[in-house]
């Protein structure tokens, strides 16, 4: 059976965000056979006149009609999602960013009751440059240079974006270095000569600008680029009801789009 093929009932936590509107119209347009809409979360606020679907501001009822949650909200909200997945046995596909070091921990231990999948970007193109970016920098030793830089658009909150994070998380492991001591976030004034195998991050906010991140090894006399360029956020929603559909049947456990793939 195909992944299309399964029936499954997705909810949306979210529903009327930015990504939880793409995943509501991806989901009733029927471009996914087998994939239901369950209904979806909103804030008190937004639950105004009538809906073509199951709306409620209570997450844990959304959770109890659902097969698997989908949430690309906020870390505080998604802290208490992975809860309530862990505690009913829902799948939860996690598309959240920002997500400090305890937020992961949380979503680990809901993974132990539960399949939860968590990625930086949903976006197949952006996981095959996850990998190529890995395999780059295990090939190119400490004499090519890394920097990663990302631009977004102008209502985006956190930075750098968790997508150039997870870039620079595939090249310290193909380094095996620990990125927290080879990072270089922030560079200003009298900043001194380049320290040899950093990894640098660079940042641009503005416009509507969906997503572009370009990953760099600077030798001398040559350079790699690695570049990803997104142009319409249906392709993260697409990923996201990928990702749906393949936790049919899994055990619990914390999983990523390269489980997905097969990278």
């Not at 994939?35 to 008190?44: C, K, Y």
Request: glycine fraction near 12%; proline fraction near 2%; charged fraction near 25%.
């Amino acid at each position: 059976m195909t992944a299309w093929e399964i029936k499954m009932k997705i909810g949306i936590v979210g529903c009327k965000g930015r990504v939880g509107t793409l995943l509501v119209n991806e989901i009733l347009a029927g471009n996914w056979k087998g994939a239901t809409l369950a209904g979806g979360t909103v804030l008190p606020e937004d639950m105004k006149g009538k809906s073509d679907f199951f709306i409620t501001t209570d997450a844990e009822e959304l959770f109890k009609k659902s097969d698997v949650v989908i949430d690309f909200t906020s870390p505080t909200a998604t802290r208490k999602h992975a809860k309530l997945a862990a505690k009913h046995k829902k799948a939860l596909i996690v598309g959240t960013t920002g997500l400090s070091p305890a937020d992961e921990k949380e979503l680990a231990v809901a993974a132990k009751n539960t399949v939860i999948v968590q990625s930086a970007n949903f976006s197949v193109g952006v996981n095959v440059l996850l990998a190529l970016v890995e395999r780059g920098a295990a090939s190119l030793d400490e004499d090519f240079d890394i920097e990663i830089f990302e631009a977004h658009h102008k209502n985006k909150v956190d930075a750098p974006s968790g997508t150039a994070l997870a870039l620079g998380k595939s090249a310290a492991s193909g380094r095996k270095v620990d990125l927290k001591k080879a990072a270089d976030y922030a560079r200003h004034g009298e900043t001194g000569k380049r320290k040899r195998g950093k990894i640098g991050f660079s940042v641009a906010r503005g416009g509507d600008v969906v997503g572009d991140h370009r990953v760099f090894f600077y030798g001398e006399g040559e350079r790699v680029e690695l570049s990803h360029i997104a142009t319409n956020r249906s392709l993260f929603a697409r990923g996201a009801i990928r990702a749906a559909l393949w936790t049919k049947g899994k055990k619990s456990g914390l999983y990523s789009m390269k489980d997905i793939l097969g990278l």
